[in-house]
């Protein structure tokens, strides 16, 4: 297990922050001082510059900093695999999760309900947000497993495939547009409404665009909106047209708030992949949990 000092450096390098470190960790910031003073004699060496009011990582303290990385994911094997020798189902762990929003908000509620009945023991932490953050969450070692749109494969992860969505052109039922289809060179001069910069659901929008030769740049933006939600209420308040997620309007489409408006030659699919960085392939909670998601999904 990792000393009580280890685990102050830990949130103090996390955060590039004493009183940041003291808050998550709710101890004092004079207790921290005297951990971070306990290890940098202990090594001999200090761990941390300090310039003022902030404070950065020395060589020894990055040196420190990446060995305690790899030693908090080896804890967290032991954990769980140690707890799953006698009873599976009464594995013990902490799974940190990280999802884009479609993943986030529309598939894993009822997945993560399910895992946690079966496996009460395990902690949970979901983090939600577009595709680009998670990927970065996951290489900053924020998360240890990611489900993500996925365009460029990088050589330090490692994907496995989970499942696909289509991505459909919508307006509001009140829209002059509810009634129409549009060809490419009329899409070009519709008012659209479209997601933030990192968000997958752009991504495979550019994507099949590019298909037809067009850019973002060619397309009358009327407003970038930052999240699926944001973007599926303005659609619903406004008359232009917008581009989400399948899984995401179900209810809207049903109930007829929300109306498909076809594009000629135009098919927006998109691919989800659980990723992990390469070398924690083994890890037997994250291995867990996308045996039961893709079993239960």
């Known amino acids: 297990m990792l000393s009580v000092a280890h685990q102050v450096f830990f949130a103090v390098a996390s955060n590039l922050s004493f009183s940041k470190a003291a808050q998550v960790l709710f101890i004092t910031q004079p207790a921290v001082s005297k951990h971070i003073k306990v290890l940098e004699d202990q090594y001999k060496v200090p761990l941390f510059e300090r310039k003022g009011a902030s404070i950065s990582l020395t060589e020894a303290g990055n040196i420190l900093f990446a060995h305690l990385l790899k030693a908090q994911e080896i804890q967290r094997s032991i954990e769980y695999d140690l707890s799953t020798i006698s009873n599976v189902s009464g594995a013990s762990g902490h799974l940190r999760l990280g999802a884009s929003t479609t993943i986030a908000l529309y598939i894993l509620p009822s997945i993560l309900s399910n ?6 023991n395990v902690d949970i932490q979901l983090v939600n947000r577009n595709s680009e953050y998670i990927l970065n969450a996951l290489l900053n070692h ?3 497993l990611g489900i993500i749109e996925v365009e460029n494969k990088l050589t330090t992860v490692s994907y496995l495939p989970f499942m696909s969505d289509e991505v459909i052109p919508v307006c ?3 829209s002059p547009l509810a009634v129409k289809s549009l060809t490419l060179q009329e899409l070009l001069v519709t008012p659209v409404a ?45 008359q232009c047209l917008g581009f989400m997620p399948g899984p995401s309007i179900v209810r809207e489409l049903a109930e007829g708030d929300l109306v498909m408006v076809p594009v000629e030659g135009l098919k927006i699919k998109r691919d989800f992949f659980f990723i992990r960085r390469k070398g924690t392939e083994d890890d037997g909670l994250t291995g867990n949990f996308i045996q039961f998601a893709v079993g239960g999904a």
């Open 115 to 120: 895992f946690q009945r079966k496996f009460e």
């Open 142 to 144: 924020e998360v240890d």
């Open 172 to 174: 509001s039922s009140k």
């Open 194 to 238: 479209l997601r933030e910069r990192g968000s997958g659901t752009l991504n495979a929008l550019i994507k099949s665009l590019a298909e037809h030769e067009i850019k973002p740049g060619d397309l009358s933006v009327k407003i970038r909106l930052g999240g699926t939600e944001a973007l599926k209420n303005f659609l619903l308040a406004d």
